[in-house]
């Protein structure tokens, strides 16, 4: 793991500048390298530095955040800091790591900060199934951040979630749900007796699988592929169930 990942915010606005500056002051394992007011008097140190994290406003003039990540060659880990929240799937699309929407709090800055500074070092294995499904209760509802409001999931209506980058991707047969979080998080919230992890990307509801075959789930109209990671613990887990 990292000692620091080094940073660099890029904010048109002072206050907002201050309020970064002020967070990453407060968090060890953040050290600032710079502070620019925009992407293009940014642009030459970035190169030259290669921060492992940049902070990045969306709205400045002349060039915007959005145009500018495409341009950034090496690229760093990015946390977009703005006031608006449509841009959150064009973000999506550019690997952006995290979203935060202005005025945030410290809490929030910390949480974002600390899951990319624990990204630098390996991830542990997933704990076995068996042991989640002795430990969890059940679980009738769970409420999701999606945009800005919160909304609530009845477990029963799960079919499986899939893995986005940064964001899970929510099936049920009436809609799909994106949310900003992640597996290990759901995980958490999700009584672990009815849900199981069978890829990187896929997480499925136990009682909706419609059958197995080839190390591919059918669930509904999708296909959906067991991993050689998880499946010693999945299949596992299904003869408990037998």
Known sequence: MKDKLTCYIIEDEHL????LEEYIRKVSFLELKGTFMSPLEAAAQLAADQPDLLFLDINMPDLDGLSFIPMLSPKPMIILTTAYDQYALKAYDLEVKDYLLKPFTFE???????????????????A??????????????????????IQKVATRDILFVEGMKDYLRIHTRDEKIMTLLSFARLEELLPAQEFARVHRSFLVALNKIDHIEKNRIQIADQLIPISDTYAEAFYRMLRGLQ
């Open 16 to 19: 907002a500048q201050e309020i």
């Open 128 to 149: 076995k199934q068996e042991e989640k499904a002795e430990a969890k209760p059940e679980q009738e509802y769970i409420f999701l951040k999606v945009g800005h409001r």
């Open 108 to 126: 929030r800055f910390y949480r974002a900060v600390l899951r990319l500074y624990q990204e630098q070092s390996p991830r542990p294995v997933p």
